[in-house]
């Protein structure tokens, strides 16, 4: 017979409970062996799943296929180049440019950073944009910024906890050149944007189109996380690199 | 390309991967996966202007889950046998591809297969939670969203599922003991 609070500890661990129940949580936590051996279960498993089971990203070739059943959804305007014979060259890259130049301006903005930010994130998922110095080793990553960014953050490996360090980037972002450190976790990659502070307020943390955004201040580097993981996992990250 | 299309690439296409993933794990073959994401896109393409707010992903998510059941129902009707869920194990095995981490040991690539093979075997509605939250990173509202049920039905089913997928793996352990750590 499993313990009456076993679901809540479960939300607990899914990072589900608000800060008066988390804390009433561990209370009871302390007092039960119970829970104790279940979370440290739930931990062994969640560990175990995100680093051994296997997941691919959709194939070159699916990508390909998914683009040309778009086309043939509606005509093409007769001068338009088609998106797929471009999209792993130069020629894709200009287009999405041009795309993403569009979709700024054309709806009502709330915050244009926060828009900047995830595009540069999903530009970085496109093919070869992701990094450009590839490196697990901070000591090829730090100096790295030296010659191609404007600002030298903090870059740190945290494979150990789940966060894989992959390698690093330049990019033009809010007048200057900003450092860009890219992380792994899973199946997701995390850009952890840095530049110099323009105000001394740092924005609230937000989601936009599926991505979450978490920001924090450290000296006068302003940084910005942004990934498809979730909320906990994100902020674990911003802990680490608190720290 | 019009602003429609243009603006379902930068919108919804980023998330082509998470898609592919859920839909591998869902049918547990690449063919397969293939043919459902592609449907989901053009179906998301269609019901694009239905999308309001921030949640993307479980959006697609969610149509990548209905056409792999559309799907599924058309295979069974093609096969006239439902095919169990739980007598799966051996196929699931076979059609799950490893792709071997250059860095990992022989053990870790053992283990990696055995989890495969584990949630493989798992029934579809724990296996569908386990890789929502545990790969996804999904929170109970969206998870609830993609498989269509309420929020509570969410927190029992990954509490099953979790325990199942221990069990099993326990049970591993004790045939293999080399298998996991």
Same mark, same amino acid.
């Given at each position: ?243 | ?76 009707? %093609?096969?006239?046998?439902? $095919? @169990? =869920? *739980? /007598? ?7 059609? #799950? ?19 495969? %093979?584990?949630?493989?075997? $798992? @029934? =579809? *509605? /724990? ?7 545990? #790969? ?46």
């Amino acid at each position: 017979m499993p313990c009456a609070e076993a679901m809540r500890v479960q939300a607990y661990f899914d990072g589900e409970a608000d800060a008066v129940a988390a804390a009433d949580i561990e209370r009871h936590i302390e007092g039960c062996a119970e829970c104790r051996a279940l979370l440290d279960d739930l931990e062994k498993l969640r560990t175990a799943l995100r680093q051994e089971l296997t997941f691919e990203s959709a194939p070159a070739a699916l990508r390909a296929r998914v683009l040309r059943a778009l086309n043939a959804q509606q005509p093409i305007k007769p001068r338009m180049q088609p998106f797929w014979k471009g999209a792993f060259s130069g020629i894709g890259g200009t287009a999405i440019a041009a795309g993403l130049a569009f979709f700024l301006l054309a709806p009502p903005l709330t915050n244009p950073l926060l828009e900047d930010l995830v595009s540069a994130h999903v530009r970085s998922l496109m093919p070869d944009h992701l990094i450009d110095v590839v490196s697990t080793d901070k000591h090829t990553v730090k100096p790295w910024f030296a010659g191609h960014a404007d600002v030298s953050p903090v870059v740190a490996d945290f494979a150990d906890q789940g966060y894989r360090l992959i390698g690093g980037r330049a990019d033009y972002f809010d007048h200057q050149r900003a450092a860009v450190v890219v992380y792994q976790h899973g199946p997701h990659v995390i850009n952890v944007f840095s530049w110099a502070a323009t105000k001394d307020s740092v924005p609230k943390d937000a989601t936009r189109n599926g991505y979450h955004m978490a920001f924090w201040k450290t000296g006068n580097l302003v940084y910005c996380a942004v990934s498809d993981t979730g909320w906990d996992e994100l902020r674990r990250l911003v802990q680490l690199l608190q720290e | 390309m019009d602003d429609r299309r243009r603006r379902f690439e930068l919108l919804v296409l980023p998330h082509l991967d998470a898609a592919y993933r859920f839909a591998r794990w869902l049918s547990r073959s690449p063919s397969d996966a293939d043919d459902v994401v592609q449907e989901a896109v053009l179906r998301a393409f269609r019901g694009f202007d239905a999308l309001r707010g921030s949640d993307v992903k479980a959006w697609l998510l969610t149509i990548v889950r209905n056409c792999h059941l559309t799907a599924l129902k058309q295979q069974q009707r %093609r096969a006239f046998v439902p $095919l @169990p =869920e *739980e /007598h799966d194990a051996e196929d699931g095995h076979a059609v #799950i591809a490893t792709t071997p981490d250059p860095e990992s040991t022989s053990m870790r690539r053992d283990e990696q297969r055995t989890l495969d %093979r584990l949630m493989s075997a $798992l @029934p =579809e *509605e /724990h296996r569908e939670v386990l890789v929502l939250r545990e #790969i996804e990173e999904m929170d109970y509202r969206e998870i609830a969203a993609v498989t269509n049920v309420p929020i509570g039905t969410v927190m029992s089913r990954l509490a099953r599922a979790r325990t199942a997928l221990k069990a099993r793996w326990l049970q591993e352990a004790e045939r293999e003991p080399h298998a996991v750590r």
